[in-house]
Every structure is written in C-alpha cells, then in structure tokens.
C-alpha cells in the first residue's frame, strides 16, 4: 500500500479513536440537567417521538404537567428547556429536536421574546449547548453563539467542542454522572412551595409594546422550520407576576401571533378562567407550583385536544417510559402528602389509603409503645392485630397486602430489586448498660431508620426504584412524624 494513503489511514483512525475517546468522556463529564426540562441526553434515546414537544425556558419545564397530560388525556410530551432560555436559542432546539424527532405539535413558551436586545453569556452556551449531540445544527448553533458573543477562535473551539465542562466537573461527578435514575424523566419541574403575591395590576392593560427585531426574526424561523416539517405550532406565557413592561410585550405577541395566524395563549389573561390564586398557586414570582401548573396544563391539553387530533397513546407499545414518568409524578404527589400528614395516625391513614401498588416497610422499634396504644387503632387498618402489636418486629406490605412479619427484636431480612437491595435487620445490644434495638433499614445503601423508640416506615416504589418517604415517630417527643431529606431529582 502505498505510504501516503497509509498515513491518511492512521491519521483518520486516530482522529476517528480521539471523538470516540471524547464522546465518551464527555458522557460522563457532561452536566446531565442544565436548569430544567428533560434534557437532550434523554431525548436522543426516545425510541417514540412525542406528539407533543414544549420549549422555552424555566417556565416552560416548570409549568407543564407531563404526567396530567399522560393520566387524564394519554398525550406523549416532553420539554426541552433551559432556565432564562431566549428565544434564539429556543429557534436551535426546535431546528435539533425537528431533525430528529417527528411531533404533530410543537408549543413554545414566549418568555424568551421579552426583554431587549439579544445577549447572551457563557451561562447560556453551557445550559444550552452542552446537551446537545454534534451535527451540522449544532455547528451552526456554536457558530451563532460565537459571533453573538465576540468568541475568540481558541474560546470559539473549545465550546465546540465542550472541552471547558471536562476541566470542572471531576470533584462533582456522582452517581446520576454514570447511570441515568430517572430515564423517564420527560421534563417536568414541578413543585408545591407556596409563595402569596398580589395580583399585578397595569396602567393601560390594552397598550402594546415593541418586540427586539433579532427576537421577531429568530421567532420566524421557528414558524418557517415548523411549517417546512409539517409540525403545527402553539405559542403560549406562563402565567407569573409579570412587569408592566412584558405586559405590553405579550401584547404586541398577541397581534404578531394573529398576522401569522398561529395561536398564542397567554395565561396571564385568563387567570380568572383558570382561577388562578395568587395566594396558592405560585412557587416564586416567576413560576407557578404544581396546583397553577395543573391548571394550566388542563387548559391547553383541551386546547390540544380538541385543535390536532392527537393520539391517545396510554397502553401502547413504545411508550412505557410515559407511563414510568407519570407514576414517578403520582408518587411524589403521595409523598407530598405524607409529608403534609401531622401526626402518626394521619401518616398511617394516608398509608392505608394508598391506591399504587406501593412497597411500605414498618418497624415497632424499641420502647414503641411507652405511651400505650395511642396508635394502635391505625395499625390495625394495616392488618396488624393487637398479639402482633405488643411482640413488635417488622411488617412488610405490597400493594396494601401484608407479605412478611418478622417478630420480635432480632431480625434479618433481605430483599432484591432491580434497583438495588432492601436490607432490614435488628438486634439487641447492650449500651451503657442497657438493652437496646439496634435497628437498620437500608435502601440503595443508605440507612432510613429515623428514631430508636417508635415507629419507623419506609414507603418505596419497586417498579421505579423510588423512595416515596422514609419517617418515624419518637414516641418519647409525642407523635409528631419526622421526615428523611430526599435528594431532588
């Protein structure tokens, strides 16, 4: 073979072995959620496309409600997002999600055509770009983000090729970093913090603004790259406290919407359709909770529905990883409420009120019952009888049913998951010359046994991996429930 074609060979396999070498390093090395929504990383691995694809910023990950739209109407969505996104930036995500995905709608949220001028920052390139897989888009995108920003050609390079992220995150990298928990994750941020604000009021609620001409433009392009795929486009605001001057900002969206003839709904017109509660509803000034975000959800899935024929996907095939994300939802929702719960005997009820099939894990732990039967009657509910009670031990349920007792002080009992092991084991031991239960309830390595005298549970879901909540009560302090931190996905 002839030495000069030789040393295109090697020099291709080696170029060829340094993107495979740094593909896979960036894998790793990649910030895995940069401010929102689901993510590209998970995104590129949908083997269905959802119907329905949400953009925008914070607003737009923090408002739509993916499991609403899959329990009460069967729609496949999924929001990519970044927090404070502009609308330039949102015009690439649509460019990158229409290459490779085929939705029948796309809704963009319109908080990134306010504002001024166009600027952007390092803090966009890396909550943007990072996610995002190289193709002529993303050179593109890389490109528009450098001029905008006066890169340099060394600067200009390396975000192309997302060198800056591999020198900052070794001392960070966690587990999430090596294994995806949440594969199913299709964006939704949602949150039940209640935070009360007045609601706004405007000198001249009809006045319209002006829109930055760099952001009409990039908008267009939106319109035109949906158009030229066949994809319908819905424009809508979230609502939030919102300044006079977006105000008139969404205005003048309004009339630009109505010439192009794309539907725009803006939210912060209809907070008395939707009965908005400013005292309720809201989490931040700028976003809403999980009860404003159920509520506009429910407003633009009927819009959905009844505009673009959009399929009922629940029970079909390809779509499992929609029915994983709604149950994740629905067992935050139960967490929640056993959090909400103030004493034992509510947690309990909660407990016995649950409807998924839930795994619970429930010790009599020391001296539980130094202040006699004060719970008893709940424990009862679960199936536990009076004998079972004042022996103590460990209780195991699933789905409301109870598979297990092991009695007494001293146990040892193990259980696989797909996840990872449950291990429940105690023992007496003398401390300080008295007896007491040494008690572990280990779940994915991490011990949840809240309190020494009383009651501790663990509710956990097995076909997710999912700790629901893990809390006690220390009969000795009354019966006030104590609650594990839980790391927020």
């Known amino acids: 073979m002839d030495g000069k074609y030789w040393k295109l060979i090697r020099a291709g396999l080696f170029l060829l072995l340094t993107f495979c070498l740094l593909s896979g390093i960036l894998k790793i090395m990649n910030y895995k959620d940069m401010g929102g929504g689901g993510g590209w990383q998970r995104f590129y691995k949908l083997e269905k496309s959802a119907d329905v694809i949400f953009f925008g910023s914070s607003h737009a990950h923090c408002t739509i409600d993916h499991g609403l739209l899959w329990d009460e109407y069967g729609i496949a969505g999924y929001t990519l997002s970044a927090g404070d996104q502009k609308i330039d930036s949102t015009s690439y995500f649509v460019k990158e999600a229409l290459r490779t995905h085929s939705p029948r709608v796309i809704a963009v949220e319109m908080l990134g055509m306010t504002d001024a001028e166009l600027v952007n920052s390092s803090t966009d390139v890396y909550r943007n770009s990072l996610g995002m897989r190289w193709s002529s888009c993303f050179g593109k995108y890389i490109g528009y983000m450098a001029d905008n920003m006066n890169m340099g050609r060394e600067e200009r390079q390396q975000v192309f090729f997302k060198l800056p992220v591999v020198h900052s995150r070794y001392g960070e990298l966690t587990r999430s970093d090596f294994e995806d928990t949440i594969p199913f994750m299709m964006g939704y941020r949602g949150s039940y913090e209640r935070v009360s604000f007045d609601r706004p009021e405007y000198s001249d609620p009809e006045a319209a603004g002006s829109l930055d001409p760099q952001r009409l433009s990039m908008l267009r392009e939106i319109l035109d790259t949906a158009k030229e795929r066949g994809v319908y486009v819905v424009l809508f605001a979230s609502p939030y406290v919102v300044p006079e001057e977006t105000w008139m900002q969404f205005n003048a969206l309004e009339e630009f919407a109505r010439q192009e003839g794309v539907p725009f709904l803006n939210y912060n017109k209809l907070y008395d359709e ?216």
């Open 274 to 489: 939707l009965s908005i509660d400013f005292e309720k509803d809201f989490r931040d000034t700028g976003h809403v909770n999980n009860y404003g975000a159920a509520k506009v959800t429910e407003h633009l899935a009927r819009f959905l529905e009844d505009n673009y024929e959009l399929p009922d996907r629940r029970g079909c095939a390809g779509y499992e990883l929609w029915e994983d994300n709604a149950l994740y939802l629905r067992n935050k929702e139960l967490g929640h409420d056993l959090e909400e719960a103030q004493d034992i005997n509510e947690y309990l009820a909660v407990v016995s009120a649950m409807e998924e099939e839930q795994l619970v894990l429930l010790a009599l732990t020391g001296n539980y019952n130094a202040q006699g039967e004060v719970y008893l009657d709940r424990l009862m509910e679960l199936g536990i009888t009076r004998e079972e009670y004042a022996a103590g031990g460990l209780f195991l349920f699933r789905g409301g049913q109870r598979v297990l007792y092991l009695p007494g002080r001293e146990y040892s009992h193990c259980i696989d998951t797909d996840f990872g092991e449950l291990h429940m084991e105690s023992a007496v031991r003398i401390m300080e010359g008295e007896e007491k239960d040494q008690v572990y309830l280990l779940a994915d390595g991490k011990d949840y046994a809240m309190v020494e005298n009383g009651v501790n549970v663990i509710v956990y879901n097995e076909a997710l991996g999912q700790l629901i909540d893990a809390a006690g009560v220390d009969v000795y302090l009354g019966l006030e429930m104590t609650h594990c931190e839980k790391r927020e996905e």
